[in-house]
């Protein structure tokens, strides 16, 4: 089935040490995209890309790098810098170029302690 | 600043009436807005869309009005069913942003049996 993959599903990590949300998709698409949501808050954007070695920065990107060597995978790293690491982070994936719907993952919930 | 405000939290229905979700924005350069449905701990799905050219468009038991003039849309569901408990965001891309989705920060229905 055709799909977003995102893992691991919880995870949990140590203050200061950096993370690595991992997520991957069979749609062909090209445009992949990275979002935080918190507790009765919307969907932030953190990164997105639109085509493979390219992205840019969303909305909230400090503290977060992301890299996209390959078209079916847009890992999302969360540093050291990042103030609020903890939350629930969420990958989707469209079609480039128009306006077509976004297709999420099933989030990875990240807990740092 | 929110362009896209969902100013309701919550909303609670009985089965087989009738569900609105209000979603009110500011930036008239928004086009086409989308609503997603959102279970807890996981993904958004895709719902419905509509384009600013257009005031209705209807999808089985979900129905988006757009008032452009109002700035305002609003999403229908009838019957509401228990299943529909969830939190609906509302988004909105504007051309020129790379189709970039902002995002309310929902609706959680409940629907009552």
Known sequence: DGGITQSPKYLFRKEGQNVTLSCEQNLNHDAMYWYRQDPGQGLRLIYYSQIVNDFQKGDIAEGYSVSREKKESFPLTVTSAQKNPTAFYLCASSLRGGYNEQFFGPGTRLTVL | ?113
């Open chain 2, 1 to 113: 600043d929110q362009q896209v405000k969902q100013n309701s939290p919550s909303l609670s229905v009985q089965e087989g009436r009738i569900s609105i979700l209000n979603c009110d924005y500011t930036n008239s350069m928004f086009d086409y807005f989308l609503w997603y449905k959102k279970y807890p701990a996981e993904g958004p799905t895709f719902l419905i869309s509509i384009s600013s050219i257009k005031d209705k468009n209807e999808d089985g038991r979900f129905t988006v009005f757009l008032n452009k003039s109002a700035k305002h849309l609003s999403l229908h569901i009838v019957p509401s069913q228990p299943g529909d408990s969830a939190v609906y965001f509302c988004a909105a891309i504007r051309a020129g942003s790379n189709y970039k989705l902002t995002f309310g920060k929902g609706t959680l229905l409940t629907v009552n049996p």
